[in-house]
């Protein structure tokens, strides 16, 4: 089964708004990677975060993580047509290298 | 600097032939993973190698499907008497491994389709 799953499946917003999408994971983890993935680019990485962190930003993106709860968030403040793409969180399982995808969040931005 | 090459970026092949797929990770990374992604869906890990380690093979979904890593560097992925259902876009991707920055580095990836 997937280690993380991402919530909502799909997104639809007007440029300038902000994206939220969450992930769930469900054993610990050492850290935590958000991915975009679009047909120009393919895979490519975003941020990673932490198990002993509770907040990272990197530009217009901000992520969270929650380690009680299982569960992270990635915000993208002032959207842009070209953050059109879907969103993967990607999680280690601890102790090891080993990244489980998750299911991945569609966001689509309307100009 | 290079980034992680894959090839054939596309194959078409008939149900029951063999086919090979090759990853060039970026020089330097020990770490190499294998992911299979069909339509719509997410990444479904497949197999990840760690330096000399053995591979952590846990994802493979039949003894159709193998992999090697040569030198530590080039692997190829082998699937066996092709199916229907291997139909999908393989990706590849390497990182520094352990002990270094853990972000990967994804491939263009192959897109197999089994007629």
């Known amino acids: 089964s997937q280690q993380g799953e991402e919530d909502p499946q799909a997104l639809s917003i007007q440029e300038g708004e902000n994206a939220t999408m969450n992930c769930s994971y469900k054993?610990?983890?050492?850290?935590l990677q958000w991915y975009r993935q679009n047909s120009g680019r393919g895979l490519v990485h975003l941020i990673l975060i932490r198990s002993n962190e509770r907040e990272k930003h990197s530009g217009r993106l901000r992520v969270t993580l929650d380690t009680s709860k299982k569960s992270s968030s990635l915000l993208i403040t002032a959207s842009r047509a070209a953050d059109t793409a879907s969103y993967f969180c990607?999680?280690?399982?601890?102790?090891?290298?080993?990244?489980?995808f998750g299911t991945g969040t569609r966001l689509k931005v309307l100009a | 600097g290079a980034g992680v090459s894959q090839s054939p970026s596309n194959k078409v092949t008939e149900k029951g032939k063999d086919v090979e797929l090759r990853c060039d990770p970026i020089s330097g990374h020990t770490a190499l993973y294998w992911y299979r992604q069909s339509l719509g869906q997410g990444l479904e890990f497949l197999i990840y190698f760690q330096g000399n380690s053995a591979p952590d093979k846990s994802g493979l979904p039949s003894d159709r499907f193998s992999a090697e890593r040569t030198g530590g560097s080039v692997s190829t992925l082998t699937i066996q008497r092709t199916q229907q259902e291997d139909s999908a876009v393989y990706l590849c991707?390497?990182?520094?491994?352990?002990?270094?920055?853990?972000?990967?580095?994804f491939g263009p990836g192959t897109r197999l389709t089994v007629t």
């Open positions: 990607a999680t280690d399982a601890a102790g090891t290298y080993k990244y489980i």
């Open positions: 991707a390497s990182s520094l491994g352990a002990g270094g920055p853990l972000e990967q580095y």
């Open positions: 054993t610990s983890i050492n850290n």
